[in-house]
């Protein structure tokens, strides 16, 4: 299985709530990442864990909390965004082994608006 | 800040002929990737290659580097309609995780 999946697809918010990305994969990947994607640029990576552990944080403001509760599942908990945060969000994940060079899976994304 | 930089930003070719797209870094890797994504969705890696090599192919794919230049590019031949999509390359630093992707390209193929 080579899939990493994301929940939900689309997600609509206020300033004011809080709501949660997920992103779950079963393929033995220790790595796995956060990207935010505005229209027509590139990703950015925004957190990298590896060993369920917070290894790269692109100084990402702390309205963005990620969580990696085991080594298959990552979150993304969003509070008091702000409408310039509307992009896609996407994960991915990759061995954590140099030798295999760090390819990386990605899911299909969750496109945020906030309103 | 991206370290990568694309060119061209857009491309638009006739099915069956080749396209080029080139992509630039400024600092030392440890691979250079590619990647195609359609329509605003999730990534599909599709070529990597590691800093001691100089080419690679995969099927209609030939990515080369240039270390010495900081630069790779990546062939398509044979181009077809499906193959409209926006290409990014991503360097990954010597050492770790930190991957950056360069602009992109957006490849339109018209059938």
């Known amino acids: 299985d080579t899939e990493v999946t994301q929940t939900p697809k689309h997600l609509v918010m206020g300033m004011t709530n809080k709501k949660s990305l997920k992103c779950e994969q079963h393929m033995g990947h220790r790595a796995m990442y956060w990207y935010k994607q505005k229209a027509k640029k590139p990703p950015e990576l925004m957190f990298v864990?590896?060993?369920?552990?917070?290894?790269i944080n692109e100084s990402v403001p702390s309205r963005f909390s990620p969580e990696c509760p085991n080594s298959s599942l990552l979150n993304l908990h969003l509070h008091a965004l702000q409408p310039e945060d509307s992009a896609l969000y996407l994960c991915a994940s990759s061995s954590h082994r140099p030798s295999e060079l760090y390819e990386q899976y990605f899911g299909p994304g969750t496109r945020l608006t906030v309103t | 800040s991206q370290q990568g930089e694309e060119d061209p930003q857009a491309l638009s070719i006739q099915e069956g002929e080749n396209a080029t797209m080139n992509c630039s870094y400024k600092?030392?890797?440890?691979?250079l990737q590619w990647y195609r994504q359609n329509s605003g969705r999730g990534l599909v890696h599709l070529i990597l290659?590691?800093?001691?090599?100089r080419e690679k192919h995969s099927g209609r794919l030939r990515v080369t580097l240039d270390t010495s230049k900081k630069s790779s590019s990546l062939l398509i031949t044979a181009s077809r309609a499906a193959d409209t999509a926006s290409y990014f390359c991503?360097?990954?630093?010597?050492?770790?995780?930190?991957?950056?992707f360069g602009a992109g390209t957006r490849l339109f193929v018209k059938a």
């Open positions: 600092t030392s890797i440890n691979n």
């Open positions: 864990y590896s060993y369920e552990k917070l290894s």
């Open positions: 290659i590691r800093s001691n090599e």
């Open positions: 991503a360097t990954v630093y010597t050492g770790g995780f930190k991957t950056i």
